[in-house]
């Protein structure tokens, strides 16, 4: 898995085929609600985290910090300039 929300994404949509699957036995089905329990909880905070880098990215920009070569944290899976 890669670090960003876009992977994120494919990731936990991922994971909820694996709890489709119809031929999980019931064990199976167990371990996968509890893998996707863990995955759903450090999901949520990946996604808080970039929330907060998003919002203070927009704050910056209100507030006119750093106007000459604004960059996107990468965290946010955008990989380019905002002045280009």
């Known amino acids: 898995m ?3 929300l876009v992977d994120l994404n494919n990731y936990l949509f991922e994971q909820l085929e694996r709890l489709n699957d119809d ?3 019931d064990e199976q089905l167990e ?3 509890k893998k ?3 995955i759903v909880k450090v999901g949520d905070k990946i996604i ?4 907060l880098a998003f ?3 927009q704050h910056m920009d209100h507030y006119g ?4 070569g604004r ?3 990468t965290m946010l899976g955008v990989e380019k300039d905002w002045d280009k």
């Open 2 to 4: 890669k670090n960003t």
């Open 23 to 25: 031929s999980l036995t």
């Open 31 to 33: 371990r996968e609600l």
């Open 36 to 38: 996707t329990d863990s």
């Open 48 to 51: 808080q985290n970039g929330e």
């Open 55 to 57: 919002k203070t990215m």
């Open 65 to 68: 910090y750093n106007t000459s």
């Open 71 to 73: 960059i996107v944290p």
